[in-house]
RNA sequence: UGGGGCGUCGCCAAGCGGUAAGGCACGGGUCUUUGGCACCCGCACUCGGAGGUUCGAAUCCUCCCGCCCCAGCCA
């Protein structure tokens, strides 16, 4: 154990919290919050903001509240709230009894929205929605005043009451906030408070008629809960007057502090809910938690572990800067994080038959292999060798280039944990030229893969008995997409347009080695020389089990091939 | 030619007037019963550009250029 205590690299936002915490500011005190809306699945940009807001919180003896931004009703729904609790929990933060939603103010919302109605600050407008934008005014011209901009604060007390009360038709009138109709900031331009949406809550039923927009209650909501620092996304940073404003207008003694960071890209895939939820609804994907999607649930499915995203949320940094990460770091971190972790495993994914001809019929033994060698507390355990086994199809090459130091014909190369074999045939099918079988031998003098003479061969394959290995499907992964940047639509290209082909490729009958028997969902392993997989969640049984690919390993035979075919 | 924000290596990102951290990616090498892992080496005389201030500038000033966000009764 080191005594060095680790420090987080440095961002803005902490320096920002140090030093409040330094000067007492709220006296020492750090509270924060993550506000999802439920309205989709939570995703990695999510984790960052999770990462952030939990651990600032942490770090600076404070807390987090888990609230939902539940102003919307249309949008919203249950199985969304259920999921994003599940996913911020899986993901490892814990908000203790605080969790809250902005439905819990409701009341109080409509209090100061009234206060602010008496103050003379707020006004029942009844223009239509039209009308509204094109009062509004344009980027480089002023809005107009509303004509019901002047109504009396009794006939706005009155109008705004019977709006809550339900006398009048969805979009009939609106609250506003009375700022500045030629503001330059088009979000003063008297911003809608209250809108009318009979629409039932999936908290609070039919109680409510009328529902206070975001920017309104999100500010009101932090300063309800004493938040100290209010952490958004940068497209927020137009709002930071008006969060401040209706504060102020309220006079509310806790005043949080509004802090932009730029929201997380990834490159191959795309982030928005919007999008995402296109490919979910036009079926493009299995579900919200496919594993080819970035939400936490399908990276769940697919493998990652919570520590990795964590991880990965750390090293990304923290600015304002619009940024596209590679997604190969994150690929990169869940590599090093199950390189600890993961038990190694034989698996053939592409099966190809080889009949050991100088072994005998019925002998069966059993060869102790290792389960990781970058942890030797993992044990070993024992694998069956047999006659007849099975090995990768790509692993053998009839007439291999220079660079191919695996089996070929009259090569020896070392079987894992087994012996030297030497291939000595090729048996062809005769229509179709196909590779059936292998024909070899092996070196008695080598079991568990060293040769006393010294010999050397330059490739281990790994292998299976192809009596006693269990038959898998394997669902093989890649990027989503395959253009770094699918939602540049420059191009004239919609983002859909851009899908890749080739993001799945089931392997109804693979061959894994009998250790895996049993093997419970969710559990991850590295197929060795392959990559990392993990039982699937949802469809896996004992009879058929279903392994998901994580990530490959890193590959520079790969890469040689590649280079060798450009 | 309204307002806001941002520009440091291919991708992230430290740096905050004292002479360009780190990670990923990439290239080379050592090791190897995973073409994995680990380890070693290389990878910005330069910080969007041009001027200026200063003994000294990525850091301060001026102008310019580029990119992103805002005209939901979405969040």
């Known amino acids: 154990m080191s005594t060095t205590e680790y420090t987080p690299p440095p961002n803005f936002i902490r320096t920002i919290i140090a030093e409040d915490v330094k000067a007492n500011k709220n006296n020492g005190r750090v509270m924060t919050r993550f506000p999802p809306e439920p309205n989709g699945y939570l995703h990695i940009g999510h984790a960052k903001s999770i990462c952030l807001n939990f651990g600032l919180a942490a770090e600076f003896n404070g807390v987090c509240n888990f609230r939902f931004d539940d102003t919307n009703p249309g949008k919203e729904d249950v199985e969304y709230v259920d999921s994003i609790q599940a996913d911020v929990r899986w993901l490892g933060f814990d908000w203790g009894d605080r969790l809250y939603h902005a439905s819990d103010y409701f009341e109080q919302l409509y209090d100061y929205a009234v206060q602010l109605i008496q103050e003379g600050k707020a006004y029942v407008c009844s223009l239509t929605s039209e009308e509204t ?188 800067k619009e940024s596209t990460v590679d997604i190969a770091l994150l690929e990169h971190c869940i590599r090093e994080d199950m390189n600890k972790k993961a038990p190694r495993v034989m698996g053939v994914l592409n099966p190809l038959r080889v009949v050991i001809e100088n072994y005998p019929e019925d002998r069966v033994e059993e060869l102790e292999a290792v389960n990781n060698p970058e942890d030797a507390g993992m044990g070993t355990r024992k694998v069956p060798f047999s006659r007849v086994l099975y090995i990768e199809r790509e692993d053998f090459m009839e007439d291999p280039p220079k660079k191919f130091f695996r089996l070929s014909p009259g090569r020896e190369v070392r079987l894992r944990y087994a012996y ?51 038959q898998a499907e394997v669902r093989l992964y890649d990027h989503l997409f395959s253009v770094p940047n699918p939602a540049d639509e420059k191009d004239g290209q919609d983002f859909m347009a851009h899908l890749n082909p080739k993001s799945l490729e089931v392997l109804p009958v693979c061959r894994v080695e009998p250790s895996l028997k049993g093997a419970p969902a969710g559990s991850r392993y590295q197929f060795e020389r392959q990559g990392y997989f993990c039982v699937d969640l949802n469809d896996s049984t004992p009879d058929k089990p279903v392994f998901n690919r994580t990530v490959t390993l890193r590959d520079t035979w790969a890469k040689i091939v590649k280079a060798e075919g450009k």
């Open 133 to 320: 934008r094109a009062y509004r005014g344009t980027l480089t011209e002023p809005g107009k005043d509303s004509p019901y901009r002047t109504r009396s604060v009794d006939e706005n007390l009155d109008l705004f009451q019977r709006m809550r009360a339900g006398e009048f038709e969805d979009g009939a009138h609106v609250l506003r906030a009375k700022i500045d109709m030629a503001s330059p900031n088009l979000n003063l331009r008297d911003p809608v408070m209250y809108r009318i949406r009979r629409v039932t809550h999936h908290r609070t039923g039919d109680k409510w008629c009328i529902y206070p927009m975001y920017d309104y209650a999100h500010g009101i909501s932090d300063s309800i809960e004493g938040i100290t620092h209010s952490i958004c996304t940068m497209e927020y940073e137009d709002h930071r007057p008006l969060y401040d404003w209706f504060l102020d207008a309220l006079a509310l003694e806790c005043h949080p502090q509004q802090i932009e960071f730029a929201r997380l890209n990834l490159s191959y895939t795309v982030m928005s809910k919007r999008k995402l939820l296109k490919l979910v609804q036009e079926k493009h994907v299995a579900g919200w938690d496919d594993p080819r999607m970035p939400t936490l649930a399908g990276m769940r499915r697919r493998g990652y572990t919570p520590e990795s995203i964590r991880n990965f949320c750390e090293r990304i940094g923290v600015g304002k």
């Open 420 to 470: 030297y074999i030497t291939c000595k045939e090729v048996v062809k099918d005769e229509k179709t030229g196909e590779i059936i079988e292998l024909r070899c031998t092996y070196d008695p003098q080598t079991r568990g893969g060293d040769s006393p003479d010294g010999r050397k061969v330059k490739a281990t394959l790994h292998w299976v008995s192809a009596a006693h290995a269990i």
